[in-house]
């Protein structure tokens, strides 16, 4: 029957042109749109493929026909598509015919366009609210759809639906199917192209009408999930820069909403509305969260969120929970709203540094973290996102807690941190920690917890001899477990690698520098420690050891602890630190033969990413490739460490790592010599040298070559040496399996002589006559 619509179509377009002239053309019209409503049958499987074309031409007319003048034409068109959705198969089949697939309107609909033509048509009954809600209420269906969806936002459907919110109607309808379809754009297609299309000043306006409609007049329990709907459209607008919250004063409403229960301010933004503390309240208290937690983001609203107390509202959850104590909320709800308060002032404490200080907030967090890690009973929920590990104990707590610390004091700033280390924040912070890590079962959340507490003690420790001083009494005990972590947790995927590296950082920044807090640390053979790390050769540590290797170095006990270590098979440190260079130099793509010998005189330690710049001219203050590769690389701090022991004073080494060493030995000559190559590239890509300045320019490259053949000569000779010793072992090897050869052979035949006499009396004659 596909083929008939065909034919239908060019009545229908006859009946919609004399309907104009005559009203009685609109039953028929209406008749003949029902039939759209209708199953479509097919004979042959393949019909829906072979007439796909003219069937979704046919539906696609039906949302040009919106422009008939007729109310009932237009309802009757809204119910037809409403029917696409009404998937039940048709009680009667015909003989020889079968129905179509349960959702090939649908598809039809999708592939004509009919979703964008509907919502088009919305300019026609502006001023019609029964025939606007019988459109929405189709748009409803369509826009389940993501092609429909994207139909529809070509038309700008997301700017246009939220002026409908605020529309004069009674029954609230308007609202709620704008504000659905809102909700299926914002699923279905690019949520940052439906934002942008509500960033307009007149989108935000009608969206704070509205919401502060419902929020003084909603009391029903949908108005209320409808305003916190809304409420998250806000939110998403929050986050684009380029929305007009704060101009428009939607933000300023929203965060005095948020923080009006605790600071107790009357304020007339918000005046005559109440909490009813029920769930939906509940969530909306969440949302309000969130969104200062979004605004903390923005430095444009640094000071409205000032102005309006957010500092004091989120402080008033930081304190303990004690029962009974909840006179509005639930435990439960309270413990949440309080997790996610602390959450959001980590995100504000460093936007609104003066409040923070002069709110106390240090005070009052280490006061929190006494109650986290004390002994007053306490079962934690642990229900909500923020309250991960936290059930039945106040890990959550403590965890939300020092991220508000770590958020302070990574500012850097000397008023913070010098007003927690005058409370005992370093030796709060050590004893809470030792305790929490005895005591529960590691997890990802404790892991954390620890990160954190590194973390905060590295920034209060940093360049200040007596804070060092203060931590190597309780914190060097602490440390060195970490040093001594099973390698396996490092792919745990708890969190244990980023751990490892808060505590070499705090290494860094509590113990080296102070030589009373380096003695304790060497003592606790925390110089074998790292080299047991050093030794496991990941790539991403290797740096940050070697670097707190080299500053150790200093120290006059280092020495004899780095000589001393022994790893797998033996290995010494200096055969490490070769094996690191050799290996690094090889993911660099450092050119060496076979046996590590350099291969390009003219460019020895020059990386393949080096050889393939081209030359690029830079300020005086910008540092080159040749400078930067120091910086990446692992190879000048190795070079450090072998400067600050010695060189003269290592122990043997085979002859392959004495060819590397030889390279090893000559680094600072041959990234000398890179740097002025740089220069002389830079010098002849833009000027013409004096003659003097050329042949100066071509002594110092000639040098660092004549370094480099040097260094392989004697590569060489260490190869040769190493040859002919070997070949003097294998002399002197093949003489012992020669004389003990021999030595064999002269016993076999004694005891063959003794045999014969004592088997043979003829033959001991003949031997003692011989005799």
């Given at each position: 029957f596909f083929?008939?619509?065909?034919?239908?179509?060019?009545i229908?377009?006859?009946?919609?042109?004399?309907?104009?002239?005559q009203?009685?053309?609109?039953?028929?019209?209406?008749?003949?749109?029902?039939?759209?409503?209708?199953?479509?049958h097919?004979?042959?499987?393949?019909?829906?493929?072979?007439?796909?074309?003219?069937?979704?031409?046919s539906?696609?007319q039906?949302?040009?026909?919106?422009?008939?003048?007729?109310?009932?034409?237009?309802?009757?068109?809204?119910r037809?598509?409403?029917?696409?959705?009404?998937?039940?198969?048709?009680?009667?089949?015909?003989?020889?015919?079968?129905?179509a697939?349960?959702?090939?309107?649908?598809?039809?609909?999708?592939?004509g366009?009919?979703?964008?033509?509907?919502?088009?048509?919305?300019?026609?009954?502006?001023?019609?609210?029964?025939?606007?809600?019988?459109?929405?209420?189709?748009l409803?269906?369509?826009?389940?759809?993501?092609t429909?969806?994207?139909?529809m936002?070509?038309?700008?459907a997301?700017?246009?639906?939220?002026?409908?919110?605020?529309?004069?109607?009674?029954?609230?309808?308007?609202?709620?199917?704008?504000s659905?379809?809102?909700?299926?754009l914002?699923?279905?297609?690019?949520?940052?192209?439906?934002?942008?299309?509500?960033?307009?000043?007149?989108?935000?306006?009608?969206?704070?009408?509205v919401?502060?409609?419902?929020?003084?007049?909603?009391?029903?329990?949908?108005?209320q999930?409808?305003?916190?709907?809304?409420?998250?459209?806000?939110?998403?607008?929050?986050?684009?820069?380029?929305?007009?919250?704060?101009?428009?004063?939607?933000?300023?409403?929203?965060?005095?909403?948020?923080t009006?229960?605790?600071?107790?301010?009357?304020?007339?933004?918000?005046?005559?509305?109440?909490?009813?503390?029920?769930?939906?309240?509940?969530?909306?208290?969440?949302?309000?969260?969130?969104?200062?937690?979004?605004?903390?983001?923005?430095?444009s609203?640094?000071?409205?969120?000032?102005?309006?107390h957010?500092?004091?509202?989120?402080?008033?959850?930081?304190?303990?929970?004690?029962?009974?104590?909840?006179?509005d909320?639930?435990p439960?709800?309270?413990?949440?709203?309080?997790?996610?308060?602390?959450?959001?002032?980590?995100?504000?404490?460093p936007?609104?540094?003066?409040?923070?200080?002069?709110?106390?907030?240090?005070?009052?967090?280490?006061m929190?973290?006494?109650?986290?890690?004390?002994?007053?009973?306490?079962?934690?929920?642990?229900?909500?996102?923020?309250?991960?590990?936290?059930r039945?104990?106040?890990?959550?707590?403590?965890?939300?807690?020092?991220?508000?610390?770590r958020?302070?004091?990574?500012?850097?700033?000397?008023?913070?941190?010098?007003?927690?280390?005058?409370?005992?924040?370093?030796?709060?912070?050590?004893?809470?920690?030792a305790?929490?890590?005895?005591?529960e079962?590691?997890?990802?959340?404790?892991?954390?917890?620890?990160?954190?507490?590194?973390?905060?003690?590295?920034?209060?420790?940093?360049?200040?001899?007596?804070?060092?001083?203060?931590?190597?009494?309780?914190?060097?005990p602490?440390?060195?477990?970490?040093?001594?972590?099973?390698?396996k947790?490092?792919?745990?995927?708890?969190g244990?690698?980023?751990?490892?590296?808060?505590?070499?950082?705090?290494?860094?920044s509590?113990?080296?520098?102070?030589?009373?807090?380096e003695?304790?640390?060497?003592e606790?053979?925390g110089i074998?420690?790292?080299?047991?790390?050093?030794?496991?050769?990941?790539?991403?540590?290797?740096?940050?050891?070697?670097?707190i290797?080299?500053?150790?170095?200093?120290?006059?006990?280092?020495?004899?602890?780095f000589?001393?270590?022994?790893?797998?098979?033996?290995?010494?440190?200096?055969?490490?630190?070769?094996?690191?260079?050799?290996?690094e130099?090889?993911?660099?793509?450092?050119?060496?033969?076979?046996?590590?010998?350099?291969v390009d005189?003219?460019?020895?330690?020059a990386?393949?990413?080096?050889?393939?710049?081209?030359?690029?001219?830079?300020?005086?203050?910008?540092?080159s490739?040749?400078?930067?590769?120091?910086?990446?690389?692992?190879?000048?701090?190795v070079?450090?460490?072998?400067?600050?022991?010695?060189?003269?004073?290592?122990?043997?080494?085979p002859?392959k790592?004495?060819?590397?060493?030889?390279?090893?030995?000559?680094?600072?000559?041959?990234?000398v010599?890179?740097?002025?190559?740089?220069?002389?590239?830079?010098i002849?890509?833009?000027?013409?040298?004096?003659?003097?300045?050329?042949?100066?320019?071509?002594?110092?490259?000639?040098l660092?070559?004549?370094?480099?053949?040097?260094?392989?000569?004697?590569?060489?000779?260490?190869?040769?040496?190493?040859?002919?010793?070997?070949?003097?072992?294998?002399?002197e090897?093949?003489?012992?399996?020669?004389?003990?050869?021999?030595?064999?052979?002269?016993?076999?035949?004694?005891w063959?002589?003794?045999?014969?006499?004592t088997?043979?009396?003829?033959?001991?004659?003949?031997?003692?006559?011989?005799?």
């Amino acid at each position: 029957f596909f083929h008939i619509y065909t034919q239908i179509n060019e009545i229908l377009n006859l009946c919609a042109e004399k309907v104009n002239e005559q009203e009685a053309f609109t039953e028929p019209l209406c008749e003949l749109i029902k039939l759209f409503a209708l199953p479509f049958h097919k004979k042959k499987s393949f019909d829906e493929a072979n007439y796909a074309v003219e069937v979704s031409q046919s539906i696609a007319q039906l949302g040009h026909l919106m422009r008939v003048p007729s109310s009932q034409v237009k309802m009757q068109i809204c119910r037809c598509i409403i029917s696409f959705y009404n998937t039940e198969l048709p009680g009667k089949l015909l003989l020889g015919y079968q129905p179509a697939s349960a959702d090939y309107k649908i598809q039809m609909a999708e592939v004509g366009g009919l979703a964008e033509t509907l919502f088009m048509s919305l300019t026609l009954v502006e001023n019609q609210l029964i025939e606007k809600l019988w459109v929405l209420k189709a748009l409803q269906h369509l826009s389940t759809s993501e092609t429909n969806c994207r139909l529809m936002m070509k038309a700008q459907a997301a700017s246009k639906l939220c002026l409908y919110l605020n529309g004069a109607d009674p029954s609230g309808q308007l609202l709620f199917r704008s504000s659905d379809i809102l909700w299926n754009l914002l699923e279905n297609t690019s949520k940052e192209e439906v934002v942008n299309q509500l960033s307009s000043l007149e989108c935000v306006q009608t969206l704070q009408e509205v919401f502060v409609d419902l929020l003084m007049r909603g009391f029903r329990h949908c108005d209320q999930h409808l305003r916190n709907d809304l409420l998250v459209i806000a939110t998403l607008l929050v986050e684009n820069p380029a929305a007009p919250m704060i101009e428009s004063g939607f933000a300023k409403l929203l965060i005095v909403l948020a923080t009006f229960a605790e600071v107790k301010l009357r304020n007339p933004l918000i005046k005559g509305f109440k909490f009813t503390y029920s769930f939906e309240d509940f969530e909306m208290k969440k949302l309000l969260f969130n969104v200062i937690g979004v605004l903390s983001k923005n430095p444009s609203a640094a000071q409205l969120l000032s102005e309006n107390h957010v500092m004091p509202a989120l402080l008033y959850y930081v304190k303990p929970i004690q029962k009974p104590g909840f006179p509005d909320w639930s435990p439960v709800l309270y413990e949440e709203l309080q997790l996610h308060a602390i959450s959001v002032l980590a995100s504000v404490a460093p936007v609104l540094i003066d409040k923070y200080l002069s709110c106390q907030t240090n005070t009052l967090l280490l006061m929190f973290l006494e109650w986290c890690i004390g002994q007053d009973p306490f079962f934690g929920q642990g229900n909500s996102f923020h309250g991960a590990g936290g059930r039945g104990n106040k890990v959550a707590q403590l965890h939300y807690s020092l991220r508000v610390l770590r958020s302070a004091v990574s500012l850097y700033d000397d008023a913070v941190n010098l007003n927690l280390c005058d409370q005992g924040a370093i030796s709060q912070l050590l004893g809470k920690y030792a305790i929490k890590k005895s005591k529960e079962k590691e997890d990802a959340t404790l892991v954390e917890i620890q990160a954190d507490t590194l973390f905060i003690l590295s920034v209060l420790c940093d360049s200040d001899l007596h804070r060092k001083e203060l931590f190597s009494r309780e914190g060097i005990p602490i440390l060195i477990p970490f040093f001594r972590m099973d390698p396996k947790k490092l792919y745990s995927g708890l969190g244990h690698h980023c751990l490892l590296f808060s505590a070499l950082d705090c290494l860094w920044s509590c113990v080296v520098g102070c030589y009373i807090a380096e003695n304790s640390f060497i003592e606790k053979q925390g110089i074998f420690l790292l080299l047991d790390l050093l030794a496991l050769k990941e790539k991403k540590l290797c740096n940050i050891i070697l670097g707190i290797l080299v500053e150790l170095c200093d120290n006059p006990k280092t020495n004899l602890h780095f000589n001393t270590w022994r790893g797998k098979r033996d290995q010494t440190a200096a055969n490490l630190l070769i094996q690191l260079w050799r290996e690094e130099e090889m993911d660099l793509g450092v050119r060496r033969d076979q046996y590590g010998r350099i291969v390009d005189p003219k460019r020895p330690i020059a990386t393949s990413f080096q050889k393939q710049q081209k030359v690029i001219p830079v300020p005086s203050n910008c540092p080159s490739f040749a400078i930067m590769e120091i910086s990446e690389s692992i190879r000048a701090k190795v070079y450090s460490l072998f400067c600050k022991l010695d060189f003269e004073k290592l122990p043997a080494l085979p002859a392959k790592d004495s060819v590397t060493f030889a390279i090893i030995q000559r680094y600072m000559d041959f990234k000398v010599g890179e740097v002025w190559s740089e220069i002389c590239a830079e010098i002849k890509e833009e000027f013409r040298p004096l003659t003097s300045d050329a042949k100066a320019l071509k002594v110092i490259s000639k040098l660092t070559e004549d370094t480099a053949r040097r260094v392989v000569a004697l590569q060489t000779k260490m190869l040769d040496r190493a040859h002919r010793h070997e070949v003097q072992e294998e002399q002197e090897i093949y003489k012992e399996f020669q004389a003990a050869y021999t030595q064999r052979e002269l016993t076999k035949k004694s005891w063959e002589n003794f045999l014969t006499r004592t088997s043979d009396f003829e033959a001991l004659k003949v031997r003692n006559l011989m005799e």
